[in-house]
C-alpha cells in the first residue's frame, strides 16, 4: 500500500509542474487565455490519471501513452509558434517518461521483474514524484533564462527544427516500445540496462540540444538588444544634434544665429587673413506684413536667405543678426569683389526668372582686420548709404513716387 502523504505529495507535485509548464509554455509564446478551457481540462485530467495509475494496476506504456496525450492535445490547434510550443511539450514528457523508466529499471535491478516493480503503487508514486521534481526544475530553470528574451518561432532555424522534431519523435516511439519491453519481457536482465542507458542517451542528447538552443536564443537577444541600444544612440544623437542645429541656426532661415555667426566670425579674423563683411537689411518687408501678412513676409525672409545661400561657398557664412538685417562673411576676398558678387546677386533676386515674389535689399561692404564689432558697425553705416542712394535713384527715376 502507498503511505498517504507520498500520495498526496505526488499529487501536490504534480499540480505544481501544470502550473510551471504553462508559465514556461508562456515563454515561447503561448497564450494562455486563448486556450484556457482546453488546458484546464487536461490539466485536470492529468491530475486525475496520476492518482490512478498510482492506485491501479495500469501497464507502463498505457499510463505513458495517456499522459502524452493529455500534455500534447492542448497543443495541436495552437496558431502562434505552433511548432515550437508542440516541440516544447514533447520535450517537457520527454523529461518526465525519461526518468520515470530509468527509476523503474534501476529500481528493478537485483528486486525482481520490472512488472512487479510497477505493481507496486509506492514505487509507482517515488518513480512519478521523482520525474516529476525534476521536470519542475527543469521548467523553472527555462522561465529564468528564457522568459521576456523573445523567443518566437520566425527566428527558428526551420531546417534544423524539423531533424529536431524527427528526433523527438523518434525518442518517443522509443520509450513507447521500451515500456511496452517492460510490461511483456520484464524477466530479461538486459531490459533493465536498455531503459537505464537508452533513456539516458535521450535525456543527453535532448540537454545537448536545449544547450545549443539556448546559446543561440541568448545570441539573438542579445544581437536584439545591442540593435536596441543602438538605435537609441543614434535617436539621441539625432536629437543632440537637432537642439545644437538649433542653437547655431535660425529656424526660419536657416542662417546662424547671432551670436554664433559672431564666433565664427571672430575665429576668422584671428587667421589674419583677407576677410570681407557685408551687411544686408531686407527692402518693404513692413509693408508686406502689414498688408499680405506675417507668413508671407516669413516665406521672403526664407527665400532671401535660400537665395543667399546658393551663391555662397562652403567656407562663407550667412548670419541673421535680427529681424530682416543678414551678415555674410566672404574669407578670402575685398570688398570691391565682394560688392561685385553682392550686385550681381541682388540682380538676381529682384528679377527672378520663377514665379516668385522679387527680393529687394540693401547692402554694404567692409573688409580689413577689424574687430567683429567695427566690421558690423562700419558695414551697416555703408548698408545705410547704399539705401539712400537706392532710396533717391528710384525718386529720381519716379518723382511722383
Request: aromatic share 12%; charged share 25%; glycine share 6%.
Amino acid at each position: 500500500m502507498i503511505q498517504t502523504e507520498l500520495f498526496l505529495l505526488l499529487i501536490g507535485v504534480s499540480a505544481a509542474q501544470e502550473i510551471l509548464r504553462v508559465k514556461a509554455m508562456e515563454s515561447v509564446g503561448y497564450l494562455w487565455k486563448e486556450h484556457k478551457s482546453a488546458l484546464i481540462f487536461c490539466g485536470a485530467a492529468s491530475l486525475v490519471w496520476s492518482g490512478v495509475t498510482v492506485l491501479s494496476e495500469v501497464p507502463v506504456y498505457l499510463s505513458l501513452l495517456l499522459y502524452f496525450l493529455l500534455w500534447y492535445l492542448p497543443y495541436l490547434r495552437v496558431h502562434i509558434n505552433g511548432k515550437m510550443i508542440q516541440t516544447f511539450s514533447m520535450i517537457g514528457y520527454l523529461h518526465l517518461s525519461s526518468f520515470y523508466l530509468m527509476f523503474l529499471g534501476a529500481a528493478s535491478i537485483g528486486r525482481g521483474s520490472v512488472r512487479n516493480i510497477n505493481l507496486q503503487s509506492s514505487v509507482k508514486a517515488s518513480g512519478y514524484l521523482t520525474a516529476k521534481i525534476v521536470l519542475c526544475i527543469f521548467y523553472i530553470i527555462w522561465i529564468r533564462y528564457f522568459s521576456g528574451k523573445n523567443v518566437k518561432e520566425e527566428h527558428t532555424d526551420y531546417k534544423k527544427s524539423k531533424i529536431f522534431l524527427l528526433f523527438l519523435w523518434s525518442c518517443l516511439v522509443y520509450e513507447m516500445i521500451d515500456s511496452i519491453l517492460a510490461s511483456f519481457f520484464s524477466d530479461n536482465v538486459f531490459v533493465p540496462a536498455l531503459m537505464i542507458s537508452g533513456n539516458a542517451l535521450i535525456l543527453l542528447l535532448t540537454f545537448l540540444f536545449m544547450r545549443h538552443n539556448y546559446l543561440i536564443v541568448r545570441e539573438q537577444y542579445l544581437e536584439e538588444r545591442y540593435r536596441k541600444m543602438e538605435e537609441a544612440k543614434a535617436r539621441k544623437l539625432l536629437r543632440e544634434e537637432q537642439m545644437t542645429r538649433m542653437a547655431k541656426t535660425d529656424s526660419l532661415t536657416g542662417a546662424y544665429v547671432r551670436g554664433y555667426g559672431i564666433e565664427l566670425l571672430k575665429s576668422f579674423l584671428k587667421q589674419n587673413k583677407l576677410l570681407t563683411a557685408v551687411y544686408m537689411d531686407l527692402d518693404g518687408l513692413k509693408e508686406i506684413n502689414d498688408s499680405k501678412g506675417h507668413s508671407v513676409g516669413d516665406v521672403y525672409l526664407k527665400t532671401f536667405a535660400e537665395e543667399m545661400k546658393k551663391n555662397l561657398k562652403k567656407d562663407e557664412l550667412l548670419i541673421r543678426i535680427g529681424g530682416d538685417e543678414f551678415l555674410a562673411v566672404f574669407p578670402g576676398i575685398g570688398s570691391e569683389e565682394t560688392k561685385d558678387k553682392m550686385e550681381k546677386i541682388r540682380k538676381e533676386m529682384e528679377h527672378p526668372e520663377k514665379d516668385r515674389l522679387p527680393i529687394h535689399f540693401s547692402f554694404g561692404a567692409v573688409s580689413g582686420q577689424k574687430t567683429p564689432e567695427e566690421l558690423i558697425k562700419e558695414a551697416d553705416q555703408a548698408m545705410y548709404s547704399d539705401k539712400h542712394n537706392r532710396k533717391e535713384e528710384r525718386d529720381t527715376v519716379c518723382p511722383n513716387n
